[in-house]
């Protein structure tokens, strides 16, 4: 079997190499062993900056401390490969380290649309009851307001490569490059560790490019509008907006993706997109794997299927007192139960995905908001299973539909100009 061909950077190597000499010369006394790890490092990193990369290359590389989570983000995300390749991705190798846990912040990608932290864990203990339970990132002194996304838990091992991710709903303009990173612990026998990592960004933050869309997609009589797209280096953002005359509501769409003139396909950030409980208004965004650093005429968006389900009947009403439902519509063939401040479900398997988040979004009888705290997701052969949780309350609660498997509309392309 033939290898796969790869395109080596024979400049960057040699600039490694010339650097790597004069770091010898100037740190003699390094022991011969920190030095080859050091000659390791830079070459991966020149391999992980080139065209391409081989699978197999990168898998060893993935194994090598600093370089596994931006690794496997550019083997799931063609995005994060083309940030890569056109060297948008900014290395920090920062360290700091608090009772016995050390934190490294390896790289940050930035631009309007968010910002992700790859970094590292060590520790001088089993970290198997390690918890991350709260992430602060500061621009100067001020919090940037928002949730970040990220593992909360690792399993049993003294070390993990993972990453922070920031998702802003309008575009975030960068006033200074200064930030710094808190990071919120805890372990059992140490208690809270907290570390705070400083970093500077030094790229040009690159625009956001906005296409005017405007395209109305009719699907059996319920329309809605694909009013934009917009581009950043991490993400591509579908703006949509639903027809308030619709007898339906559209729940989700199945497997959208953007396709370039040359067929390139890109997809979900996410597996599975629903449109979620919490935006009743109307107006949703999908958000895609980024072709920003691709130019053409035009793409097309692909839809598999456009999910809806009558209007009103779209929630499920509960009470956490008495843990009954109180009401579910006739529709809706699910197995329900509530749980201590959560519901689970029992859905029959329509497809071979594996997870998704059936209700995620509640009020409370007065009105207001219930907080979604979590859930947890398994399967068998003949059943999805969800446990939706949220914050301790012991009354009356309307749970809205997230997502249910009713297609209204399957295999939908539109060709949108860019020009």
């Known amino acids: 079997m033939s290898k796969l061909p790869i395109d080596v950077p024979k400049e960057k190597l040699q600039q490694v190499r010339m650097d790597m000499f004069r770091k010898v010369q100037r740190e003699k006394r390094i022991k011969k062993r920190i030095f080859s790890v ?23 590389v993935a194994k090598i401390p600093g370089f596994k989570e931006i690794v496997l983000a550019v083997v799931r995300d063609k995005g ?53 339970e709260e992430v602060k990132l500061f621009q100067g002194d001020k919090e940037i307001e928002g949730g970040a996304s990220f593992t909360n838990h690792q399993s049993n091992q003294t070390r993990f490569s993972s990453s922070v991710d920031y998702s802003y709903s309008e575009p975030f303009a960068y006033t200074s490059k200064d930030f710094k990173v808190v990071f919120f612990f805890y372990e059992k026998d140490k208690g809270n560790i907290e570390i705070t990592i400083p970093f500077s960004l030094q790229n040009e933050i690159a625009k956001e490019k906005i296409i005017t869309a405007n395209r109305i997609v009719d699907v059996g009589g319920q329309k809605f509008t694909i009013t934009q797209i917009r581009r950043s280096p991490l993400r591509t953002s579908i703006d949509i907006e639903l027809d308030e005359a619709n007898t339906m509501q559209i729940l989700a769409l199945d497997d959208i993706a953007v396709e370039t003139e040359n067929g390139e396909r890109r997809e979900g950030i996410k597996y599975g997109l629903s449109l979620g409980g919490d935006n009743r208004d109307g107006k949703f965004t999908f958000n895609l794997q980024s072709n920003y650093f691709h130019d053409s005429d035009s793409l097309k968006i692909l839809i598999g299927a456009v999910h809806a389900v009558p209007k009103g009947e779209d929630y499920i009403e509960v009470d956490f007192g008495t843990k009954e439902v109180l009401m579910k519509p006739d529709y809706l063939d699910w197995d329900i139960s509530v749980t201590q401040q959560g519901v689970s479900v029992a859905a029959k398997k329509w497809d071979d995905r594996m997870r998704h988040s059936f209700l995620n979004s509640a009020v409370k009888a007065d009105g207001t908001t219930l907080e979604y705290t979590g859930s947890s997701f398994s399967d068998d052969e003949q059943y999805l299973y969800a446990t939706e949780d949220f914050e301790n309350y012991d009354g009356k609660a309307k749970i809205y539909i997230n997502y249910f498997f009713n297609p209204i509309g399957k295999n939908i392309e539109l060709n949108i100009p860019l020009q």
Not at 47 to 58: D, E, G, K, N
Not at 95 to 111: F, R, Y
């Open 38 to 60: 050091a000659i390791v490092s830079l070459f991966c990193l020149s391999f992980l900056f080139s065209i391409r990369v081989s699978p197999t290359i990168a898998s060893q």
């Open 80 to 132: 994060i490969k083309d940030i890569v390749d056109n060297g948008y991705y900014e290395e920090i190798n920062t360290t700091q380290s608090k009772n016995g846990l050390s934190l490294t912040l390896q790289g940050v990608i930035a631009d309007n649309s968010g910002l992700v932290l790859y970094y590292d864990a060590d520790a001088t203990f089993d970290m198997s009851e390690l918890y991350l």
